[in-house]
């Protein structure tokens, strides 16, 4: 039922009026995250769909900005900036969960005899990114395995990796199916404590997301636009090694390591981040998106528009949307 459902995603004949222009934002350089998308363009299926779509390459101004100033139509949205977002009164909607599950995982030296569970990092240093939400996912997991909570921290960004492979730093986080990849690639021992493990909701990582004001003006282009992408999932999901040779042609020289883009598509698919069993590609689970955004809110992460925390749980349900995914039976 599997394979039929996929069969006929591939097969989904879209439209949409011709030649309609508009763009997604990236949230961080291509990487097999983004696969769908560049399926969907070399496959014709967006001119298919009768859409002239722009890919805007990665900067400094966040996807999330871009998509919630109405400046790009769509974004690929990590899930935590989305939901920090909007609580803010943000106008976007999580249209499409690019990955079913959590793909981040706490990480350290695959030799280090001192650390054999999470309570072992009381007192060690985190190699960090910066946000709030940093601490709060650590303290919990250390915690729930009978630990105080307490570590050290060094903001290093993507730097935290090299720091902890040369040993400057105890433990990170990284996305095991692009950073832990490379890891192994690198023959860098590694082991990692997973979040669900220790008290973490999962989540989807990362949603494609649409401007709130454009997609209720233009819901037929919408739903063009991600029925296409969703085909282009579907298409990964069940073909990755072909998709990552489409990613990496269709990124024009960017993606320099072809042997960790097809590596990752593989951890990727073989660990199921790309669709559940007899399930759309893209569905968003509805209580998924509420656990995360109630660890959030009793962490006390999320803040309104007036920049302090806010003392109610939020309602969800107006955040996202499945009614513009094609919905096998």
Do not use: C
Request: proline letters at 4%; aromatic letters at 8%.
């Amino acid at each position: 039922m599997r394979h039929l459902i996929t069969a006929a995603l591939l097969m989904l004949p879209l439209s949409a009026s011709a030649q309609e222009k508009l763009s997604v934002a990236l949230d961080w350089t291509p990487n097999t995250n983004h696969v769908g998308l560049y399926v969907a363009q070399a496959q014709g299926w967006f001119e298919e769909a009768g859409l002239d779509v722009e890919i805007l390459p990665y900067t400094d101004t966040s996807s999330i900005t871009l998509v919630a100033a109405g400046v790009a139509e769509f974004g690929i949205l990590g899930a935590i900036g989305f939901h920090s977002h909007r609580t803010t009164g943000a106008d976007m909607t999580a249209v499409m969960a690019v990955v079913q599950h959590e793909t981040g995982r706490l990480v350290f030296n695959g030799e280090r005899e001192d650390i054999q569970r999470p309570a072992d990092l009381d007192g060690k240093i985190y190699a960090g990114f910066g946000s709030a939400w940093e601490d709060a996912l650590i303290s919990t997991i250390i915690r729930n395995d009978g630990g105080k909570g307490s570590f050290d921290t060094v903001t290093l960004g993507t730097s935290a990796y090299e720091a902890l492979a040369n040993g400057s730093v105890d433990f990170t986080l990284e996305v095991s199916t692009w950073e832990g990849v490379n890891s192994l690639l690198l023959d860098r021992p590694q082991r990692a404590f997973n979040y669900a493990d220790y008290g973490v909701p999962d989540q989807h990582t990362t949603f494609l997301g649409g401007s709130g004001t454009w997609l209720a003006q233009n819901p037929d282009t919408a739903r063009a636009f991600v029925q296409a992408v969703q085909r282009g999932y579907a298409f990964a999901a069940e073909n990755p090694q072909e998709a990552a040779e489409m990613l990496i042609s269709e990124t024009s020289g960017m993606l320099t390591n072809p042997e960790l883009v097809r590596a990752s598509m593989t951890a990727l698919v073989e660990g199921g981040y790309l669709k559940d069993p007899g399930e759309p590609v893209g569905l968003i689970d509805a209580g998924m998106v509420e656990d995360m955004v109630g660890f959030l809110f009793e962490n006390g992460i999320l803040r309104g528009e007036d920049g302090r925390v806010i003392e109610d749980m939020p309602d969800v349900t107006d955040w996202f949307t499945n009614d513009y995914l094609a919905q096998e039976s």
